[in-house]
C-alpha cells in the first residue's frame, strides 16, 4: 500500500497527526480514531470531509449515542465536552447524515442512551 502524507495525516495507511490516530479496537468494530491531546469543549477537531482522499479522519470516526463531537453548521467537528488523550473521538451518525454511507446496523456504543439500531438510511432507501 502506498502512503502519502499532506499536513501530518498518512493516506493509504493509519492516520497519525498531533490531534488525532487512528487504532484498532476488535474484529467487530474495527478501527477508531483517538485523541493524541486533549481536546476543551468547544475546540475544532477537523473538518467535514469525507471525499478528497482515500482515508479521511472522517472515514474512521465512529458512531456514539453520546458523543463528544459535533458537526457544526460550518462543517467543523468541534468536541462537546473534555476529550482527553487515548479517548475514541466520536460523532452521532443520525445527527450527521452522509449520503455516501448509509448506516444501517446495531449500535454497540454502550451509552445509557443508546437507542440500539442506528439506521440514518433516506426513506427511499428503507
Not at 477537523?46 to 479522519?57: Q, T, V
Request: glycine residues 10%.
Amino acid at each position: 500500500m502506498t502512503e502519502e502524507r499532506v499536513g501530518g495525516i498518512i493516506f493509504g495507511g493509519a492516520i497519525a497527526t498531533d490531534d488525532f490516530h487512528t487504532r484498532d479496537i476488535n474484529s467487530a468494530v474495527g478501527v477508531g480514531l483517538f485523541a493524541s491531546r486533549h481536546f476543551n469543549p468547544g475546540e475544532d477537531i477537523y473538518p467535514f470531509d469525507y471525499w478528497s482522499r482515500d482515508l479521511m479522519p472522517m472515514h474512521v470516526t465512529n458512531h456514539s449515542c453520546d458523543a463528544n463531537g459535533v458537526f457544526n453548521e460550518a462543517g467543523m467537528l468541534v468536541a462537546v465536552r473534555d476529550i482527553e488523550p487515548g479517548e475514541e473521538i466520536t460523532f452521532n451518525y443520525l445527527k450527521t447524515r452522509i449520503p455516501a454511507s448509509p448506516w444501517n446496523f446495531k449500535c454497540q456504543c454502550g451509552a445509557a442512551n443508546c437507542v440500539g439500531w442506528v439506521d440514518a438510511r433516506s426513506e427511499s432507501e428503507k
